[in-house]
């Protein structure tokens, strides 16, 4: 199958490129190079030793997007990894986040459904829990209003798509939509090979290339945001994946849309995460252990916007997807400080 991969240079999308050429799939990038650098293509040869088209194309460009359609013409199936992601950031400036990621969704549908394109992997995220009730959160927990307008961009597009495929099932212009929204965790590692990893440019805003950074000496202290939750050690609880793990979950979601679009339009969602919760304190510790290094890091406040704890309940995924996570926490945070120290050199 040829899959259009927007956003597909970036962290998690990297890594899809890797899984899907390994299952024999073949990627055509889309990726503006907002959060991240042309150097990542050539890295994504080197693992794969093949030739991967790549346009330096911006998803909310209807004209440009339809070009690579016509150019590529057979593309089956898209995976829209491409968003911001800046919790903060989306706070400040909602209108970018909005028009950026809700915007580039809906150019995507509408090229998908002037060429035909019957199958879409959407990147959605635990996000869309909120602080949940009860843990671990299955796909039928409730839907919290976002704290965030990145939040919302999520889950306003999830509806979009709902709404789409919906619509689709109706349509006399018979385009038949698929879609798997992939609800993310928080993921982490890097592919093993240290050649492609998670490369925030600035200041990481995320856990995992924060502590990396302060191993590193590119930060002084890692500050742990908060040791007076309701947790067994007082700091936040997250479900940790190793991110070829997610990655793997994205082949997987393209072959269940294979085989059972056949039999009239799904949209169907899916938890991707370990089923383990972690504390950020355990994490720092798996990290100084795994990697036998001490950590400088301190207690700070809490970071506000910040939920307590959360974790997924992955039986639907392990069920219906016949996917499984193979990684541990360890290996990811091996993999990590594998990735910065190539980086450093
Ligand atoms: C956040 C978003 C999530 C989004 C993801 C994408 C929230 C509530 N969630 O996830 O929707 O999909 O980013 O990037 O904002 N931490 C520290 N010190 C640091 C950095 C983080 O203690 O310097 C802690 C945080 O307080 C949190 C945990 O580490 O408890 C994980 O944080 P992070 O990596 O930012 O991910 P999330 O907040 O879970």
Same mark, same amino acid.
């Given at each position: 199958?040829?899959?259009?991969?927007?956003?597909?240079?970036?962290?998690?999308?990297?890594?899809?490129?890797?899984?899907?050429?390994?299952?024999?799939?073949? =990627?055509?990038?889309?990726?503006?190079?907002?959060?991240?650098?042309?150097?990542?293509?050539?890295?994504?040869?080197?693992?794969?030793?093949?030739?991967?088209?790549?346009?330096?194309?911006?998803?909310?460009?209807?004209?440009?997007?339809?070009?690579?359609?016509?150019?590529?013409?057979?593309?089956?199936?898209?995976?829209?990894?491409?968003?911001?992601?800046?919790?903060?950031?989306?706070?400040?400036?909602?209108?970018?986040? %909005?028009?950026?990621?809700?915007?580039?969704?809906?150019?995507? /549908?509408?090229?998908?459904?002037?060429?035909? @394109?019957?199958?879409?992997?959407?990147?959605?995220?635990?996000?869309?829990?909120?602080?949940?009730?009860?843990?671990?959160?299955?796909?039928?927990?409730?839907?919290? =209003?976002?704290?965030?307008?990145?939040?919302? @961009?999520?889950?306003?597009?999830?509806?979009?798509?709902?709404?789409?495929?919906?619509?689709?099932?109706?349509? /006399?212009?018979?385009?038949? $939509?698929?879609?798997?929204? $992939?609800? %993310?965790?928080?993921?982490?590692?890097?592919?093993?090979?240290?050649?492609?990893?998670?490369?925030?440019?600035?200041?990481?805003?995320? *856990?995992?290339?924060?502590?990396?950074?302060?191993?590193?000496?590119?930060?002084?202290?890692?500050?742990?945001?908060?040791?007076?939750?309701?947790?067994?050690?007082?700091?936040?609880?997250?479900? %940790?994946?190793?991110?070829?793990?997610?990655?793997?979950?994205?082949?997987?979601?393209?072959?269940? *849309?294979?085989?059972?679009?056949?039999?009239?339009?799904?949209?169907?969602?899916?938890?991707?995460?370990?089923?383990?919760?972690?504390?950020?304190?355990?994490?720092?510790?798996?990290?100084?252990?795994?990697?036998?290094?001490? *950590?400088?890091?301190?207690?700070?406040?809490?970071?506000?916007?910040?939920?307590?704890?959360?974790?997924?309940?992955?039986?639907?995924?392990?069920?219906?997807?016949? &996917?499984?996570?193979?990684?541990? $926490?360890?290996?990811?945070?091996?993999?990590? &400080?594998? &990735?910065?120290?190539?980086?450093?050199?």
């Amino acid at each position: 199958m040829k899959v259009l991969v927007t956003g597909g240079t970036g962290f998690i999308g990297s890594h899809t490129i890797v899984s899907l050429i390994e299952t024999g799939m073949k =990627p055509v990038i889309v990726d503006n190079l907002d959060n991240s650098l042309p150097s990542v293509l050539k890295s994504l040869e080197a693992i794969t030793q093949t030739t991967i088209p790549f346009y330096e194309v911006d998803c909310n460009d209807q004209e440009a997007i339809n070009q690579v359609f016509e150019k590529e013409k057979d593309i089956e199936g898209v995976i829209h990894f491409a968003a911001h992601k800046a919790v903060g950031e989306s706070v400040i400036n909602p209108l970018k986040y %909005y028009q950026n990621n809700v915007g580039s969704l809906i150019v995507l /549908l509408e090229v998908m459904k002037k060429h035909q @394109t019957p199958h879409l992997v959407f990147s959605s995220s635990c996000t869309v829990y909120g602080q949940p009730g009860q843990l671990p959160v299955t796909e039928t927990s409730p839907i919290i =209003p976002a704290e965030s307008p990145y939040g919302n @961009t999520k889950q306003i597009c999830e509806e979009v798509i709902r709404d789409t495929v919906h619509s689709s099932q109706a349509d /006399l212009a018979n385009f038949q $939509l698929n879609a798997i929204l $992939l609800r %993310y965790f928080n993921p982490i590692g890097a592919h093993p090979s240290g050649h492609i990893g998670e490369l925030p440019l600035g200041v990481p805003n995320n *856990l995992v290339p924060y502590i990396t950074q302060t191993a590193a000496g590119i930060r002084d202290t890692l500050t742990i945001f908060g040791n007076d939750y309701d947790t067994p050690d007082g700091t936040c609880i997250r479900d %940790y994946i190793h991110v070829m793990d997610l990655a793997e979950a994205h082949v997987k979601a393209l072959q269940l *849309l294979a085989n059972k679009s056949e039999n009239g339009s799904i949209c169907e969602v899916f938890n991707i995460g370990t089923g383990k919760g972690n504390s950020v304190q355990e994490l720092v510790h798996t990290f100084e252990k795994v990697n036998n290094l001490k *950590l400088n890091y301190e207690f700070g406040k809490r970071r506000p916007g910040d939920i307590e704890q959360i974790y997924a309940s992955v039986d639907k995924a392990n069920q219906q997807l016949g &996917w499984q996570t193979k990684r541990s $926490l360890e290996d990811g945070l091996r993999d990590a &400080w594998n &990735w910065q120290q190539k980086l450093i050199k």
